[in-house]
């Protein structure tokens, strides 16, 4: 592979007490491209702009999936990923599901391991906080016809990350629009997938609302996702998660916090999950908790649920009482190697590799 270090770094201008999510950019990138079906050209070099034409297909008919990962710290500065062959499996189930080339996995693994072994300066060190990592992948064949592209060009950007502060949720059950459909993509990190969700979460925003309690598209009855995050709830002495199928994208915080429950003996529920259920758990005071995870937020609670024009709230409990937290910290103690990973997800990430 290819390295163009930059002969300047950004990083001195950043403010790392101050960091929105997405705002700056490692010095970085890492790109490689497929072409006459092979891979060519990795290459580390300076984030910088990329030249497409106007006609590359991504443009037309949305061929693009992407991963969503973190880098993070520990006390000593080692550098760790979390379960990324979990990431890389995902991007290329999302590729075949699009009709795009799979990408091998020494082009993923070390394109994304030299990239935040040259960039490890861009993770912020204290708790909570990391270097969030977008893999992604486009096609840039240049003629415009509604088929799968030949070219493609695959490319990883990171982009330093506070710790997400979370206030309680008011989220809105969807009964109109849908994220996926059954057959469909819903369960693939298709970059179309968060545009066609974008119309009914800025309607369910103006209305007040968080996030969208995503539904089935058929009958609206059945919890799916929240927002950009999977849903667990908190019935009496269990956690309870949509099971998967092909409209949810399976996330690997929510298989790591079901996990990490599991092994703390609490009784782990996968199965369908009706609206109703939820509104009678809440109205008989056994839901206890309900909260979305994902990547970029970790975990996140609720505070209400909107359900046909009705708020539902959900008990107050102190933090000391949220399994919700809980799982939380276990899960980021066991990224900032703060505890023993028995399940083997932390990969340290050595140095001038
Ligand atoms: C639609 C959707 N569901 C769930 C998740 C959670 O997945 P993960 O925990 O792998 O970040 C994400 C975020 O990536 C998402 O975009």
């Not at 106007?54 to 080692?78: R, T, W």
């Amino acid at each position: 592979m290819k390295v163009e270090k930059t002969i300047y770094s950004r990083i001195k201008n950043i403010n790392f007490n101050n960091i929105s999510f997405g705002k700056y950019y490692s010095d970085h990138m890492f790109s490689s491209e497929f072409k006459n079906g092979k891979w060519i050209n990795s290459i580390i070099k300076p984030f910088g702009k990329i030249l497409l034409s106007p006609i590359s297909l991504v443009f037309h008919y949305g061929q693009a999936v992407f991963e969503g990962m973190k880098a993070y710290k520990d006390k000593d500065n080692k550098v760790f990923l979390f379960r990324p062959k979990e990431n890389f499996k995902r991007i290329n189930k999302s590729a075949i599901r699009l009709e795009m080339p799979p990408i091998p996995e020494d082009i993923f693994m070390n394109g994304l391991r030299k990239l935040i072994d040259i960039d490890r300066d861009w993770i912020p060190k204290s708790y909570g906080k990391s270097l969030y990592i977008r893999p992604f992948l486009i096609a840039t064949s240049t003629i415009l016809s509604a088929k799968p592209s030949n070219d493609y060009m695959f490319i990883i950007v990171s982009t330093p990350v506070d710790s997400y502060y979370n206030n309680p949720l008011k989220v809105k059950i969807e009964d109109k629009y849908s994220r996926s459909t059954k057959g469909g993509v819903g369960f693939t990190k298709a970059a179309g997938n968060y545009a066609s969700s974008f119309y009914p979460t800025r309607i369910a925003n103006n209305e007040g609302f968080d996030q969208i309690l995503w539904t089935d598209s058929y009958t609206h009855t059945k919890i799916e996702e929240l927002g950009t995050m999977n849903v667990i709830f908190w019935f009496k002495d269990k956690l309870i998660t949509p099971k998967a199928n092909d409209r949810i994208l399976r996330g690997i915080t929510c298989n790591s916090i079901l996990s990490i429950a599991k092994k703390e003996k609490i009784i782990v529920e996968e199965r369908n999950l009706n609206v109703k259920e939820i509104i009678e758990g809440i109205k008989k005071g056994e839901l206890k908790e309900a909260f979305g995870c994902g990547t970029a937020a970790v975990i996140n609670f609720f505070k209400t649920i909107n359900y046909k024009g009705n708020n539902f709230y959900l008990p107050d409990l102190p933090k000391s009482d949220r399994l919700s937290l809980l799982l939380k910290k276990k899960l980021l103690d066991i990224q900032h190697n703060l505890s023993e990973d028995t399940f083997g997800w932390r990969i340290l990430l050595k140095k001038n590799i």
